[in-house]
């Protein structure tokens, strides 16, 4: 999955064995990138915090992500 398809704006290629490590790694990415100065990821990142802060909203965004990975072919 990429960045973008997570929400973010970038392309980035994320890897990772399950939804659950593909949605950490992008969450790890847009605090590197807000870190780095990165405004771009910074509305991402906000909305990722939202999500972990309100689990039961979360949960439908997070259920999306997962099905869109299990639709991705096997690399
Ligand atoms: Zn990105």
Redesign the pocket.
Known sequence: MT?RQLG???E?PLQGNTANDVIKAQDQ??KE?VAGGDVT?SAALKDMKARWRRPVAGMGWYRKAKRNFAALPED
């Open positions: 960045c973010g704006p970038c980035l990415h847009l990138m990821h």
